[in-house]
C-alpha cells in the first residue's frame, strides 16, 4: 500500500498501524483518554479521546471518537467510506488491544479513593454543611 492508503494526521504524519498512537490518562476526573499524535512536534497533538465509566472494577466504553480536523483531514485524502472505515478500525484496536485497561482501572480506582476522601473533607469542613441558615 502507499502512502495515500494509509491515516495520516494533519502534521504529515502517516498512522500505519493503531499501536502508533499515544494514549495518556490525564483526565481521570472526566475518566478520559486522550489520544495522541505519534509526533512530537504536531500541532494538533490530540485526535480524539476514549471515555468510560467503571462497572463491577470493568471499564465500559461511553464514547471514542476521533476530533472532527482528524476527520476531516483523512475524509479529504480516502474518501469518506474509506477513512470511517480505517478510523473506526483504529479505535477499535486502541481499545481492544492497545490500552493497558488493567492500569487504567487501577488509577482509576485510586482516583475514585481520592473523590471520596474530598468529597468527605468538604462536608466535614466547619461552617461548610448545605444547612447553614438561610434567612427569609
Ligand atoms: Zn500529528
Known amino acids: 500500500m502507499g502512502e495515500g492508503e494509509y491515516i495520516q494526521c494533519v502534521c504529515g504524519r502517516i498512522i500505519r498501524d493503531p499501536s502508533e498512537y499515544k494514549v495518556l490518562y490525564i483526565k481521570k476526573e472526566n475518566r478520559e483518554l486522550d489520544i495522541l499524535c505519534p509526533n512530537d512536534t504536531c500541532y494538533l497533538r490530540e485526535l480524539g479521546?476514549?471515555?468510560f465509566t467503571l462497572e463491577d472494577d470493568k471499564?465500559?466504553?461511553t464514547k471514542a471518537t476521533f476530533y472532527s480536523p482528524f476527520v476531516t483531514w483523512n475524509v479529504a485524502r480516502l474518501g469518506k467510506e474509506r477513512a470511517t472505515e480505517l478510523?473506526?478500525?483504529h479505535l477499535q484496536?486502541?481499545?481492544k488491544r492497545y490500552i493497558d485497561w488493567r492500569k487504567i482501572v487501577e488509577e482509576?480506582?485510586?482516583?475514585i479513593e481520592r473523590e471520596?476522601?474530598?468529597a468527605a473533607a468538604t462536608a466535614s469542613a466547619p461552617g461548610g454543611g448545605s444547612e447553614a441558615g438561610s434567612s427569609e
Open 59 to 61: 471499564p465500559k466504553i
Open 108 to 111: 482509576t480506582k485510586k482516583q
Open 116 to 118: 471520596k476522601a474530598a
Open 87 to 89: 478510523l473506526k478500525q
Open 93 to 95: 484496536a486502541l481499545i
Open 49 to 51: 479521546f476514549i471515555q
